[in-house]
């Protein structure tokens, strides 16, 4: 893969025990979007160029924040409380400290899953298998933005964009991002079961340094290491 490519975070629930599971996938559908990885196609061009005007500067991003899972009726299903550093091209740590300690990151090579409690750790070279999921995100090239997915945007107190996908087999069948001015602030997507998830950022700061440490993943003595192949 290039590395200029946002990485794709293809790790799959099979690769987690059940017990893992519900927050495992509630994790990845935050990841794949914060990972921040999405392709698009647009009913308007000017749509998909205001959103790619938005990301195209765009390159830190580190901000705390809250993850509700909501059921189809609105319920709340699970919530959670972290941080998390995005660097392009491709680097990501995402680390959820509430209710449980969990961390994803990627390095631009391999995308490694911690999950503390467990003592393992899943890791999956980054490669271009899921196209589908929510990739390229932070490109900033209307070519690649426009190409899998509809573009449509509504201004309120925020701007939202909202990328439907025009292929089966994504994450999710709807993907709303939210800013305040220039500012990303919220992240919304909704999936097939119509179960929604919502993240809410704080303590935004963006193109600040990064120390590279980030992103930088050490293996833990003793944990379990479950390689995918690509």
């Known amino acids: 893969m290039n590395r200029t490519d946002t990485p794709v975070v293809a790790l799959t629930p099979d690769a987690v025990p059940s017990v893992n599971r519900q927050r495992f996938l509630g994790l990845m559908l935050t990841v794949t979007a914060l990972g921040l990885m999405v392709s698009s196609n647009t009913w308007a061009q000017d749509v998909a160029e205001r959103l790619s005007e938005r990301l195209a500067p765009l390159e830190t991003y580190h ?3 809250e993850q509700k899972i909501l059921d189809g009726s609105g319920d709340n299903l699970q919530e959670a409380q972290g941080e998390m550093w995005l660097a392009r091209p491709g680097l990501l740590r995402w680390e959820v400290d509430a209710p449980y300690s969990q961390t994803v990151m990627s390095d631009g090579e391999d995308v490694y899953l911690y999950d503390p409690d467990l003592e393992q750790v899943t890791v999956q070279a980054v490669d271009e298998r899921v196209t589908h999921t929510p990739a390229l995100l932070l490109s900033g090239n209307i070519d690649d933005l426009t190409a899998s997915y509809d573009v449509h945007y509504e201004k309120d107190d ?8 025009s292929t089966p087999d994504t994450l999710f069948e ?5 800013f305040e001015g220039e500012t990303l602030t919220e992240l919304w997507m909704t999936d097939s079961t119509g179960q929604r998830t919502a993240i809410i950022f704080s303590a935004i700061r963006q193109n600040d340094a990064i120390d590279d440490e980030r992103f930088t993943f050490d293996i833990p003595e003793g944990a379990d290491v479950i390689r995918e192949d690509p």
Request: proline fraction near 6%; avoid cysteine.
């Open 63 to 65: 901000a705390s924040f």
């Open 158 to 165: 925020q701007d939202t964009f909202t990328l439907v996908p």
């Open 174 to 178: 709807e993907l709303n991002l939210m």
